[in-house]
């Protein structure tokens, strides 16, 4: 694969689209991977020879030797759960050493403030309904990431894993934050003891002792990694369509999560990407609150979840399963500068009679659309078009070439293409990472 500069992988969807697995594929002709945003709300599930692997923080990369995986100041860092993952992975026999892994010290840190605070506003705003008795709640994870990011922008507040590396730095800012952080937990109604700055500088220094060989002036090393002609390959993690910016506001992460947030989330130009592959759930899925116009509530919808074990990676929480919005894909490889698509979980849908893709929606004054609507309030509203393709019976999951298909998934596949106007570059038929099916009939190479 041509990756001269880098490649990124980004989901095309509300996340869960299997990007851990085709990172770790793609990881072969790269040297460096790098995560760019989001937190330990993301969960990657990579599964090598039968060795099933689930990931939160760290890049997917790690499980190939021989490359630098990389945290990039756009990502929050929970360190207490990345030391967990770390000593995890090594217990395994994975090499997670610091030629290995390095964290930017510009990440901002996940403190048990935020986490607290998260659950409280999930619970208030469920119980302040607004017009229409709208349930206000995100639906988020409860990870902390929204408030660390918000603290981010507030600046003040903010810790960085860089500050974690001197604890009079870091006794000083907790001083003031631990202060403000008690007042509005018991605000917000917490019944919790008043934070203590001297029990958290204690506990977060020794874990800052602990990572110090890993963190770095990450942008820095990622400029010279170009220089010196490494490939790069960015990892995202959440979706497009959870996009702070470009999703389904409100109902988003708190990240810049397309392709978009890869610069300030490295301190690399968008220059250095010459391919963008866009990753596709063969059928849609969606955890937490937010519009969903292709869910299905009935049998096809179940079927969908327990074929295809649509159940949080981090969370544990069952997905709310539907059929594929074309429309929603479009606009996302749109926004991602798609060149390329992988679609996963093909083998989810062998057995159905009849499938459906969504190519337009309409509007509540009757009008049609090909345009996707970020607004959730607006999407809420609109009522899916769908066109109708005869579905297969065949079990895909021995299948390795492109050939082996059959007629009526081959026609599947087209229709993404031609109603994206993006080549399917590779197709997933089964969770390992020898069951990829590298597309021969994708006219662009991404």
């Given at each position: ?25 793609l ?22 020879e ?48 610091p ?130 002609g ?16 470009h ?8 990240s ?6 890869i ?12 391919h ?61 500068g ?34 996707f ?7 809420a ?39 994206t ?26």
């Amino acid at each position: 694969m041509d990756a001269s500069h880098g490649t990124a992988v980004v989901g095309l969807q509300w996340g869960d689209e299997g990007k851990g697995k085709i990172v770790d594929l793609l990881t072969a002709d790269h040297d460096v991977i790098v995560r760019y945003n989001g937190g330990a709300n993301a969960g990657h599930t990579v599964v090598v020879e039968g060795e099933r692997y689930a990931l939160h923080l760290m890049p997917s990369g790690i499980l190939q030797d021989g490359r630098v995986c990389v945290i990039g100041n756009g990502v929050v860092v929970d360190p207490a759960q990345l030391l967990s993952e770390m000593e995890g992975l090594q217990a395994r026999g994975i090499d997670v050493t610091p030629q290995r892994l390095l964290i930017s010290d510009r990440s901002h840190v996940v403190m048990p403030y935020h986490k607290e605070h998260d659950a409280a506003m999930e619970q208030v705003l469920a119980g302040a309904a607004g017009k229409g008795d709208e349930n206000l709640s995100i639906g988020t994870t409860k990870r902390g990431i929204g408030p660390t990011y918000a603290d981010k922008v507030h600046r003040s507040m903010a810790i960085r894993m860089g500050d974690l590396l001197d604890a009079s730095v870091l006794r000083a800012r907790l001083d003031v934050v631990c202060a403000i952080r008690s007042r509005e937990l018991e605000a917000l109604g917490v019944d919790v003891p008043e934070l203590d700055p001297a029990a958290l500088t204690e506990a977060y220094a020794a874990i800052g002792q602990q990572l110090a060989p890993y963190i770095t002036d990450t942008v820095y090393w990622l400029h010279g990694a170009i220089n010196d002609g490494r490939r790069l390959l960015f990892e995202g993690a959440n979706a497009c369509l959870l996009d702070i910016d470009h999703g389904t506001f409100p109902y988003v992460t708190s990240s810049s999560c397309s392709t978009l947030g890869i610069a300030p989330g490295t301190g690399l130009p968008g220059s250095n990407i010459d391919h963008v592959v866009g990753i596709v759930k063969a059928y849609g899925t969606r955890v937490g609150e937010g519009p969903f116009p292709t869910e299905d509530l009935g049998e096809d919808g179940d079927l969908i979840r327990e074929r295809g074990h649509e159940y949080g990676t981090t969370t544990g929480r069952p997905r709310r399963c539907g059929w594929l919005d074309l429309v929603a894909v479009k606009y996302s490889a749109m926004v991602c500068g798609a060149t390329s698509l992988s679609i996963m979980l093909m083998d989810v849908l062998s057995g159905f009679d009849t499938l459906q893709l969504c190519t337009g929606y309409r509007l509540s004054d009757g009008t049609v659309t090909d345009r996707f609507l970020p607004d959730a309030r607006q999407l809420a509203q609109v009522e899916p078009i769908y066109e109708s393709l005869p579905g297969w019976h065949e079990d895909l999951t021995a299948m390795t070439e492109d050939h082996e298909l059959p007629t009526n998934a081959q026609a599947y596949l087209d229709r993404i293409e031609s109603f994206t106007g993006v080549p399917v570059r590779f197709v997933s038929v089964g969770p390992d990472r020898a069951q990829t099916i590298r597309r021969t009939g994708a006219a662009v190479q991404g």
